[in-house]
């Protein structure tokens, strides 16, 4: 069954409002990684977390792992129009070859 | 650098006919190799890894079948396409040691009539 919940599953925000998308794992994570879909493309990888309690950040983005492993969270800043795109969250359990990807937060912005 | 080829990049497809889709990855070794299916609007769903040449691991037991020819090789099949079938393939490799960042190829988009 579903490893990893992700909500919410749609976010439309204005311009220069914040943004925020929830991973939560009913099983402890040996770490979760973030990835950018824009439309009509491929997942981009933009970060991982392995320590309980990291955060992490990238300009406006900053990620946090809770200190059970069970949740990470992904918040953008002031979003731009270039924010625009399908957030998704992919953690590893015991078997770090294997992931288990959230459903994806799609983030619309309006200009 | 690495790179990754997927192809072709679409392909429209009748109901129960075969369907072989390749990807291949330059640049590095020994790679960990996935298929991942992403249906319209929705999240990625992994069909298959790989650790090595001939080792498959299936997660969803379906019509699909993957194979790992050469190390840097990976192929999903089926015999008979069912409309179900129709997706976004996405493969993906990672490195086996230190960061399992995944590197993700451009896709194929998958339409069973």
């Known amino acids: 069954g579903q490893q990893v919940m992700q909500i919410p599953q749609y976010q439309h925000v204005q311009e220069g409002e914040d943004f925020t998308t929830y991973c939560n794992s009913s099983t402890t994570l040996s770490n979760i990684q973030w990835y950018k879909q824009r439309p009509g493309g491929h997942p981009v990888f933009l970060i991982q977390l392995v320590k309980s309690g990291e955060v992490k950040k990238q300009k406006r983005l900053t990620f946090q792992f809770g200190e059970a492993k069970k949740n990470s969270s992904l918040h953008i800043t002031a979003t731009q129009t270039t924010d625009v795109g399908t957030y998704f969250c992919a953690g590893t359990i015991y078997n770090f070859n294997k992931f288990y990807f959230g459903s994806g937060t799609k983030l619309n912005v309006k200009p | 650098s690495q790179t990754i080829h997927q192809w072709p990049a679409t392909l429209v497809q009748p109901v129960g006919s075969p369907l072989s889709l390749e990807c291949t990855v330059e640049g590095t070794s020994n790679p960990n190799l996935y298929w991942y299916r992403q249906a319209a609007g929705r999240g990625l769903q992994l069909l298959f890894y790989?650790?090595?040449?001939?080792?498959i691991s299936s997660e969803v037991p379906q019509n699909l079948s993957a194979s790992r020819p050469q190390d840097r090789q990976f192929i999903l099949s089926s015999k008979k396409l069912l409309l179900s079938d129709s997706g976004f393939y996405l493969c993906?490799?990672?490195?086996?040691?230190?960061?399992?960042?995944?590197?993700f190829g451009p896709g194929t988009r998958l339409t069973v009539l």
């Open positions: 993906a490799w990672s490195v086996q040691v230190g960061s399992n960042e995944q590197f």
């Open positions: 790989s650790v090595g040449i001939g080792q």
